[in-house]
């Protein structure tokens, strides 16, 4: 099967970009899990993670002359807490704000432990980075089984209406345009060689 050309792959990003990393449904219902920065949609969780991330690997040059064995330590043991208080069971239930702090911190104490590698503490550094991604890996693998039993949609007024809820609207219309665009363009790059069955397609 052919890939997609360059040209369709644009015009995909170009009419899914604005809920590509919004991660959830677009509606009053997760309206708390998902920021808005123009016409963009991000997750909040996912914005904090990686903007923390960001801040921790600007700021490691700076710390990487102060960084000793009781630096390490202390990142260590923050990580360790931010990642058991982030366990899916706990995590469910508690307030957006503490989510926010959980996602920011692991973030900023991952970037941390980046910067350590380029340091004699790199195994710190390393032992982090290793919990981290184990740490992904289960919640990912949990978070997937708990989406297995529980509908997020469940008792939700809009459910089996029969339409297309407020909640995929945008995406709905958004792709729906993106159908029509790449239509549009396989047509046209197509016709000549169904009219010239001979000649090559470019």
Not at 175 to 191: G, I, K, N, Q
Request: charged share 15%.
């Amino acid at each position: 099967m052919d890939q997609p050309s360059p040209y369709l792959r644009w015009l995909w990003w170009r009419h899914t970009w604005t809920f590509q990393l919004a991660h959830k449904p677009l509606c009053t219902r997760f309206h708390q899990d998902v920021l808005r920065i123009g016409p963009a949609h991000l997750c909040r969780s996912c914005t904090a993670l990686y903007g923390c991330l960001a801040v921790g690997l600007l700021a490691g040059p700076w710390l990487v002359g102060h960084m000793d064995v009781y630096f390490a330590a202390l990142v260590t043991f923050l990580l360790f807490m931010a990642i058991v208080a982030s366990a899916p069971p706990l995590y469910a239930h508690v307030s957006r704000a503490c989510r926010d702090l959980l996602r920011g911190s692991a973030g900023m104490l991952g970037g941390l432990s980046m910067m350590m590698l380029f340091t004699p503490l790199w195994l710190w550094g390393l032992a982090n980075l290793l919990g981290l991604a184990a740490a992904w890996l289960i919640y990912r693998r949990l978070r997937n089984l708990r989406a297995e039993r529980v509908d997020s949609c469940s008792g939700c007024s809009e459910c089996n209406r029969g339409t297309v809820c407020s909640g995929f609207e945008k995406q709905a219309r958004h792709l729906r345009a993106y159908e029509e665009a790449a239509t549009a363009y396989l047509e046209r790059r197509y016709e000549p060689a169904q009219r010239n069955p001979g000649s090559p397609t470019k």
